[in-house]
Nanobody, 120 residues
């Protein structure tokens, strides 16, 4: 019943920026923690950043100082502002969230992913 949809991915040059967005929809009682993960071919999925309803945000070492995570609790959305992008940032980026749905359980939901490609 609950869906997470990512958007904002695309092709950018090294040093450029992208802003990813994740929107939760459906029968939602409460959205708790929300996280961004990424996965590139041949590598395991890795945590990029996360934030709960009150913060503070936390970041993986490889993006700290370059990426900014934020959320809007009233709209059940979370954004990832990615600056100074590097070719090694190329990956599929996934949104994950803990959500209390219509049956009053907190369950884990994943989005379908959005492709980010950093290349000239």
């Amino acid at each position: 019943q609950v869906q997470l949809v990512e958007s904002g991915g695309g092709l950018v040059e090294p040093g450029g920026s992208l802003r990813l967005s994740c929107s939760a929809s459906g029968f939602i009682r409460t959205v708790y923690i929300m996280r961004w993960y990424r996965q590139s071919p041949g590598k395991e999925r890795e945590l990029v950043a996360g934030i709960d309803r009150s913060g503070p945000p936390d970041y993986a070492d490889f993006v700290q100082g370059r990426f900014i995570i934020s959320r809007d609790n009233s709209k059940n959305t979370i954004d990832l502002q990615m600056n100074n992008l590097k070719p090694e940032d190329t990956a599929v980026y996934y949104c994950m969230s803990h959500i209390k749905d219509r049956v009053d359980y907190v369950r884990i939901y994943w989005g379908q992913g959005t492709q980010v490609t950093v290349s000239s």
